[in-house]
Structures are given as structure tokens and as C-alpha cells.
């Protein structure tokens, strides 16, 4: 079992930086390809970016390609996707889990805020 815990979202400008972090309980952490999924208001949950099992490669949206930057430490059973160049349109609910997601996995998630 794992229980992860995002963390570091907040408002910004557009053209702002954050980086949000996901801090997971458990042993397994470093067993599993991690994820960033975000949920936008009215909209569908979508995947966004991920990680393999030792942070070799990383696969993005078409959306935030170029953008933002998953890595991980696997020492500190941690997460993390570095955002620049935010838009308006990257407002949502940012969580983190395994990928593929497991529905019992889901945290609560951070808020992330770009104002226009």
C-alpha cells in the first residue's frame, strides 16, 4: 500500500515558475513508475507527465512539453514536476500516482492557480 501526499501548489502569474512535490508513505515507492495527472474545473482528469522506475526517461502532454520537468528521488520517496512558463490554461487539481494511476492511490492533490 501507498499513500502519497502532493504538496507546493499555489497562484501565479502567467509566465510564473512552481514545482510541485509528492511525497509517498511505504517501502515500494522506488517499485513503481510514477505519474502527474491533473483535473481542471468541469473537466476530465488527464495525464500530464512520467517517470520511470530510475528516472531514466520521461514522457510529457503534448500540452506542457517543453515546459515541465518530472523527476524523482527515490531516497527521499519523492516526486516532483518542476512547471514553467505557466499558463492560464494549466489551472487544475495536479496529482501524482503510479502510472498506470491505481484508483486507490489517489490523494487530494494541490491546487495550481495561473492568472492571467
Known amino acids: 500500500q501507498v499513500q502519497l501526499e502532493e504538496s507546493g501548489g499555489g497562484l501565479v502569474q502567467a509566465g510564473g515558475s512552481l514545482r510541485l512535490s509528492c511525497t509517498a508513505s511505504g517501502r515500494t515507492f522506488s517499485s513503481y513508475v510514477m505519474g502527474w495527472f491533473r483535473q481542471a474545473p468541469g473537466k476530465e482528469r488527464e495525464f500530464v507527465a512520467t517517470i520511470t522506475i530510475l528516472g531514466s526517461l520521461s514522457r510529457y502532454a503534448d500540452s506542457v512539453k517543453g515546459r515541465f520537468t518530472i523527476s524523482r528521488d527515490n531516497a527521499k520517496n519523492t516526486v516532483y514536476l518542476q512547471m514553467n512558463s505557466l499558463k492560464p490554461e494549466d489551472t487544475a487539481v495536479y496529482y501524482c500516482?503510479?502510472?498506470?494511476?491505481?484508483?486507490?492511490?489517489w490523494g487530494k492533490g494541490t491546487l495550481v492557480t495561473v492568472s492571467s
Open positions: 500516482n503510479t502510472n498506470p494511476p491505481r484508483e486507490d492511490y
